[in-house]
Nanobody, 118 residues
Framework: QVQLVESGGGLVQAGGTLRLSCAAS????????MGWFRQAPGKEREFVTA???????SHADSVKGRFTISRDNAKNTVYLQMNSLKPEDTATYYC????????????WGQGTQVTVSS
């Protein structure tokens, strides 16, 4: 069982920066793929970015060049560096975990709110 806790959300102006963190429990962090998703009010949850156990990354077109995902295995933590934020980025951001051999995200955090004004 993997438990995930997001933090770092807040209110920023357009063009600003936020860094989200997702802390994972246990000692299996090196064997899981980590991803970030977001959900705006009234909309479906969408994929944002992900990093595999081996360090490969992928990004949604809407955030490519602005968001960066990284992981610190020693701290059991994955980060989402968000630069040049836009109002369209406003959403609840969730981190998720999948076992390295699986394509399905089985574990989800509670989410952290990101609001971009103007």
């Amino acid at each position: 069982q993997v438990q995930l806790v997001e933090s770092g959300g807040g209110l920023v102006q357009a063009g600003g920066t936020l860094r989200l963190s997702c802390a994972a429990s246990g000692r299996t962090f090196g064997n899981i793929n980590m991803g970030w998703f977001r959900q705006a009010p009234g909309k479906e949850r969408e994929f944002v970015t992900a990093v595999t156990w081996s360090g490969d990354t992928s990004h949604a077109d809407s955030v490519k060049g602005r968001f960066t995902i990284s992981r610190d295995n020693a701290k059991n933590t994955v980060y989402l560096q968000m630069n040049s934020l836009k109002p369209e980025d406003t959403a609840t951001y969730y981190c998720a975990a999948a076992w390295r051999w699986s394509a399905a995200y089985e574990y989800w955090g509670q989410g952290t709110q990101v609001t971009v004004s103007s």
